[in-house]
């Protein structure tokens, strides 16, 4: 695991952009920024880091970037890749360059899961992170394929008759782990060093490898923006967000959580979960607590821990 | 010498792209272009060609995966058709908008519904505002040396635009023909390795696709604008140091028998051979008629329009795929529009004709080149836009 003193102190994610105060994905990058190696590009979905990052005629970012579209990431890396291996070979270019695909979860789990798959079923050299604020925060909260059940976006809201999103998240680990992939593996950004090693992992898989990170989002969560670290913890904490890792198949996990907080912890920190804590909707704080159990199970049996 | 070899349209693209020297291809197959893929995946697997192939799981990912390839510095080809090309509509404004020099083989076919695998424009025209300069070919030799020359003028720092070469769906694309082909040095010579103005280079960090507000986007968008208008003189400038190296002569417009034609067929690819046959045979009963093919269609040749139109009095534009609702089809607008401009007086009309395949016969274009002559004669066009041979 990394220490702090080996971070570099070089900030190649540079402050001055426009995220919102508390963002998480802005901590997650800056994190993702130390855990290089080399030359890096980084191909960006849109969304919210894209727009905040680099409103022309500027840039937070000292490394070579590229946006194309939203729903392509992956495709876009994997031209890249190819490009820079067949120059390579060719004698044109003489160096092997790192490429990181980043999308949100908008573009990974929904608009970008077709690009997303094809791409690591070919097996480029890649590093795919999704950090995951689960809605469509960069267009103003609408519902996406990782919004958990029963929270309130503004396709899924907090209705009288339907108390927020029906449906459960995805599993997009499980979806990558089914490509076949070497790497594949959970985060944090409240468990930094954690986060920073598996992006170096990451980055040190020859192939595909794929970092599915919790970006608190004070805007679409609903919470003070001083809160945020302190809720990804939380996530971690009540086993809401299993951060865990499977290497060639193998899986397990990173951080042990033995004595569980009570989900509802969680929960009513964030607005979003707000119409949850009123008498007649009750029984969803249930099912949702009841989801994190079974997933914690699922995840701490494939891990070979007892649950 | 010169090496005569039997290849489909779809081959000589093919053929064509393996001696470029192309670095990256992305491509996912649809009919009827998917021989121009399998054909480049065998280069790559026999090893006679050094590129990595992308088989992307759609069009959408292949034009992605280009865009990316071309800005690390790559050379990049894809092929598609049809819905291929609608899929990729999105991508295809972002490849120009990104100023990267692709490539693309087109084997034009119908769009859906209902779903149709045979040769129209549907394809290209649905896209055409996309700030790709585009090709059409009337045969095999031409989808050939288009594609040597379309490298060259999308690579020109002056352009940085992608090209599209056309080539009929079937008629062209599985149809083979006799083809001379250069030799793969005089390609190379021709073509040498693409030396990228803009690339992302990690040591020279670089932000491209940032968010451009309303600021600074129109500025942008503009610059396309100049870099298609400056593609004239540089597609002009390709077109004569290639037919310094191969002895053919390409242009923005081909003009078959219009000295003193009184009424001309404007038609884009493969139809153009036949109306020049027709063409001959009305010249031998005396018909003073002609074909005005044009080869470049973005940036639309205003110019050598014009003149190639000479003194005819009327022309019969023929377009090979509908624009709903639109006073006129595709290449009748801008032919009319082109006209408008110059202040010049030539009667049109426009034949929508063979949507979905449908053949176009020498007797059907005899007939229009007839309905040319009379309302050359007359000055009165009696029906603006006719659909050629449609049951009603």
Same mark, same amino acid.
Not at chain 1, 270 to 278: A, G, K, S
């Given at each position: 695991m990394v220490r702090l003193q080996d971070l570099p102190v070089e900030e190649l994610f540079t402050s001055g952009h426009r995220l919102c105060a508390g963002c998480g994905a802005g901590t997650i990058m800056r994190m993702t920024m130390k855990a290089l190696r080399g030359p890096t590009v980084i191909v960006n979905a849109t969304g919210c880091v894209e727009v905040a990052t680099t409103i022309y005629p500027y840039t937070s970012w000292k490394v070579s970037w590229i946006h194309v579209a939203f729903e392509n990431t992956a495709a876009v890396a994997s031209g890249i890749e190819a490009a820079y291996k067949v120059l390579r070979r060719k004698g044109v270019w003489d160096k092997h360059v790192d490429v990181i695909a980043i999308a949100g979860d908008g573009g990974t789990f929904d608009i970008g899961i077709q690009a997303l798959s094809g791409a690591l079923e070919r097996g480029h050299d890649f590093l795919y992170i999704c950090y995951d604020n689960e809605a469509y925060m960069n267009t103003g909260i609408q519902r996406s394929g990782a919004t958990p059940h029963g929270a309130a976006t503004t396709t899924s809201p907090a209705g009288k008759k339907i108390p927020g999103k029906p449906e459960f998240k995805k599993d997009l680990i499980g979806i990558c782990v089914a490509h076949g992939i070497e790497y594949a593996a959970t985060a944090s950004p409240a468990y930094w060093n954690d986060y920073i090693t598996k992006v170096r992992k990451g980055l040190e898989t020859n192939g595909p490898a794929v970092i599915h990170v919790f970006s608190p989002c004070p805007l679409g969560m609903r919470y003070d923006p001083s809160k945020s670290i302190e809720i990804a913890r939380l996530a971690v904490q009540t086993r809401y967000w299993p951060v865990y890792e499977v290497e060639r198949g193998k899986y397990k996990l990173n951080i042990k959580v033995p004595q569980p907080k009570p989900l509802v912890e969680f929960l009513k920190m964030?607005? @979003? #979960? @707000?119409?949850? #804590?009123?008498p007649e909707f009750q029984h969803e704080l249930e099912t949702l607590q009841r989801w994190v159990d079974e997933n914690w199970r699922r995840i701490a049996t494939l891990c070979g821990e007892t649950a | 010498m010169a090496k005569l070899i039997g290849l489909t349209g779809n081959e000589a693209i093919a053929y064509a792209v393996k001696q470029c020297n192309v670095d990256v291809v992305a491509a996912y197959p649809i009919t009827p272009q998917t021989i121009m893929v399998e054909v480049l995946s065998e280069y790559v697997y026999n090893g006679e060609m050094d590129a990595e192939f992308i088989c992307v799981e759609s069009e959408h990912s292949a034009m992605s995966a280009c865009i990316g390839a071309s800005l690390a510095g790559a050379r990049v080809f894809t092929a598609t058709a049809s819905q291929g090309l609608a899929l990729m509509h999105e991508m295809l404004y972002i490849a120009s908008g990104l100023r990267c020099p692709i490539v693309m083989g087109i084997a034009n076919r119908a769009l859906s519904a209902p779903i149709n695998i045979h040769g129209d424009h549907s394809d290209m025209m649905g896209s055409r505002d996309c700030g790709w300069i585009q090709v059409y070919a009337e045969n095999a030799q031409e989808a050939y040396d288009w594609t040597i020359q379309a490298f060259k003028i999308a690579e020109d720092p002056r352009v940085l635009l992608p090209v599209s070469v056309n080539i009929d769906g079937f008629i062209l694309s599985h149809s083979m023909e006799g083809v001379e082909v250069l030799e793969d040095e005089e390609v190379a010579k021709f073509l040498p390795r693409r030396k990228p103005a803009i690339s992302i280079d990690p040591d020279k960090p670089i932000t491209i696709g940032a968010l451009c507000l309303p600021d600074y986007y129109f500025e942008i968008k503009f610059q396309q604008v100049q870099a298609l208008k400056e593609s004239f003189n540089v597609i002009r400038e390709v077109n004569r140091e290639y037919e310094t190296l191969s002895g053919r002569k390409y242009g923005f417009i081909e003009t078959y028998a219009m000295d003193d034609a009184e009424a001309a067929i404007v038609c884009l690819g493969s139809t153009a051979g036949t109306a020049k046959a027709v063409a001959r045979s009305l010249r031998e009963e005396g018909k003073k008629v002609g074909v005005i093919k044009p080869w470049v269609y973005r940036p639309f040749p205003e110019e050598e329009l014009i003149k190639a139109i000479g003194n005819a009095e009327a022309l019969a534009v023929l377009d090979k795929a509908c624009s709903f609702g639109?006073?006129?089809n595709a290449l009748c607008s801008d032919v009319i529009a082109t006209l408008y401009r110059y202040g010049k007086n030539v009667k049109v009309f426009n034949c929508v004709y063979g949507l979905g395949g449908r053949d176009i016969t020498p007797n059907d274009l005899k007939l229009i080149f007839n309905d040319a002559l009379e309302v050359a004669k007359t000055g009165i066009v009696r029906e603006y836009v006719k659909y050629l041979g449609v049951r009603e």
């Open positions: 964030q607005e @979003r #979960f @707000r119409h949850l #804590f009123q | 639109a006073p006129f």
